[in-house]
């Protein structure tokens, strides 16, 4: 194969570009950008909110661009978007372009189990696997899927720091409004927390994405808590990370989870993190030492952490500062490097 520069090399990079319709954006929205950054030309398939047109738009850019660029990223979910990943990959076979599926979402592991035979085809003829923890690697690696970890990436002097050593009950919620990340979960938390300190506050930042908005606000209203909280629905990233000086904890309330960088953002602006421990989340996060754990579902818990932090004003600075430490790991300028080796400047 011909080597040739950095700025000549070419990629197709398939996902959910839906950030226009009012959605979270997603690891296109960063990783994208960022390779550009490093000189990468980047050509993107997937802006269709129609989940018909969006993955007929995949497969054409595949079956088109996909000639003429030197890797295909795929974002790949557990849910309608592994089918998006399966097809385009089948589509990057034929047209024998290397393709890269990057692997996100604490429920992929069971599909590994459920499309035995698919994800055999997916991710055995890939020219690498990019999991994004060190828990999918484990359980991709556990399937027989060779695995490299690369973490998300966050852009560390975007997000000021602030120790939170004098904490107060003031409680910050970072999701898609969605019944796998349990938001009401935060209401049962907040009226616990309310039994004990009066003056304490929720604020809910993120879309809609299956009514469970409307679900909450529902929920509040009938535990009598609806004063204590504020739901601004979507944000700016710039939006919610100046929000976030006025508050000193942020509640993961998860059901389901992988390495969210809402969370990886909440330490590196020095918040002070209680989350739920499903799937991958111990990967991300030390228990007592950078945050503090308890099961899903478990708000009294949850609320009881809170109160002990408010207390102990001295392990909230430690928290907060050991959380912006583990969250200066993520930064682009560290994750660049595993990139940059794994797109070696090779034509086709």
């Known amino acids: 194969m011909k080597k040739e520069g950095k700025k000549n090399v070419r990629i197709l990079y398939i996902g959910n570009l839906l950030t226009r319709y009012g959605f979270t954006p997603g690891v296109i929205d960063t990783l994208g950008p960022l390779l550009e950054r490093e000189g990468y030309i980047v050509d993107y398939a997937g802006a269709c909110k129609n989940q018909f047109w969006r993955l007929l738009d995949m497969l054409w850019k595949t079956l088109t661009i996909g000639r003429k660029v030197n890797y295909i990223i795929i974002d790949t979910y557990s849910t309608s978007a592994y089918w998006y990943a399966y097809f385009t990959s089948v589509v990057a076979r034929m047209i024998e372009t290397p393709y890269i599926p990057l692997l996100h979402g604490g429920d992929l592991p ?54 939170r050593d004098q904490p107060r009950p003031k409680l910050l919620w970072v999701r898609s409004f969605h019944q796998q990340y349990n938001p009401n979960m935060a209401a049962d938390v907040l009226k616990e927390l309310l039994k004990s300190h009066p003056d304490s506050e929720l604020c809910m930042v993120g879309p809609d994405k299956d009514g469970s908005m409307q679900e909450f606000r529902n929920y509040i209203e009938t535990l009598g808590i609806g004063d204590h909280v504020k739901i601004t629905g979507l944000l700016k990233k710039e939006e919610w990370i100046k929000l976030s000086d006025d508050y000193d904890f942020v509640i993961n ?96």
Request: glycine share 4%.
């Open 253 to 348: 309330t998860t059901n389901v989870d992988n390495t969210p960088v809402s969370v990886i953002e909440a330490m590196a602006l020095g918040l002070c993190v209680i989350s739920t421990n499903p799937d991958g989340i111990p990967y991300l996060l030390n228990d007592s030492k950078d945050s503090m754990l308890v099961m899903p579902g478990d708000y009294s818990t949850m609320a009881k952490h809170i109160c002990t932090i408010i207390k102990k004003p001295g392990f909230a600075k430690q928290l907060s500062t050991n959380a912006r430490s583990k969250a200066e790991s993520f930064d682009w300028v560290i994750l660049r490097e595993k990139w940059i080796r794994l797109l070696s400047p090779v034509d086709k």
């Open 110 to 163: 069971k599909r590994l189990k459920q499309s035995k035979r698919i994800s055999d085809s997916l991710f055995n003829n890939s020219y690498a696997n990019i999991a994004v923890s060190a828990y999918l690697k484990h359980e991709f690696e556990k399937a027989g899927y060779k695995t490299i970890v690369i973490p998300n990436s966050i852009d560390i002097s975007k997000y000021p720091f602030k120790f």
